[in-house]
């Protein structure tokens, strides 16, 4: 099964230290999408790219967070610095052409900043 | 702007009950609806979706969901659970430009 690949799978780090997090999407799926899970706020999308070229990213603090996609098979999101409230479960997820056929998610990223 | 609700936060079902989540969306024009399943530790997996035609959606593992347009409803059902079907489960909804919406989850919990 075609799948996303999420790494790193979990990650403790230092308030204050620059986090990146990387995302293979499933090979020809255009758009990707990055959303964060919290108990609180549940599922967030943060941004999403469609042929490597960022659509939406309004749900993203752009003082710390920004997203890449530096080719069709690498999609990047840095948080720098990190705070304590950026703990949560980043999960990418790709689809061809949009969300008509549903997106096919990673197994996440588990982030804890200390 | 569009919006999923999901009205049971926490569900805890025997196994053998019949299963019913609650899912509706504020969206005025043609959608597509999702459910995914979340088990514990686990990313997202799609159950089922609905884009167009007869309404009641059969997915994975039993499930089913009927879209209610007049109700802005997409409730998802099974008639017997398992212990196995202990998740979180997603209601979602496309948007204009691609983006999902999720409703904030239902967290299944079945007793042996």
């Known amino acids: 099964d075609a799948r996303v690949t999420q790494t790193p799978r979990d990650k403790v780090t230092e308030m204050g230290q620059e986090v990146t997090m990387r995302c293979q999407p499933i090979l020809g799926h255009n758009t990707v999408f990055w959303y964060r899970q919290t108990m609180m706020q549940g599922l967030e999308l943060l941004a999403y790219f469609r042929n490597r070229a960022p659509l939406d990213d309004s749900g993203m603090p752009k003082d710390r967070f920004s997203a890449e996609m530096p080719d069709a098979t690498l999609a990047t999101l840095k948080i720098q610095p990190s705070e304590p409230r950026d703990s949560a479960v980043y999960f990418c997820?790709?689809?061809?052409?949009?969300?008509?056929?549903?997106?096919?998610f990673g197994s996440g990223t588990r982030l804890t900043v200390v | 702007a569009q919006s999923v609700s999901q009205h049971n936060h926490h569900v805890i079902l025997s196994e053998a009950a019949s299963l019913e989540l609650g899912c509706n969306y504020s969206y005025g024009g043609t959608v597509n609806l999702f459910w995914y399943v979340q088990y514990p530790g686990q990313h997202l997996q799609l159950l089922l979706k609905y884009f167009s035609g007869d309404p009641l959606v059969k997915g994975i593992k039993g499930f089913e969901a009927e879209f209610i347009k007049s109700k802005f409803s997409f409730n998802l059902r099974k008639p017997s659970v398992q212990w196995s079907d202990t998740a979180e489960y997603f209601c979602a909804v496309n948007s204009q430009g691609g983006k999902l919406i999720f409703g904030q989850g239902t967290e299944l919990s079945v007793k042996p």
């Open positions: 997820a790709s689809a061809p052409g949009g969300s008509n056929y549903g997106y096919t």
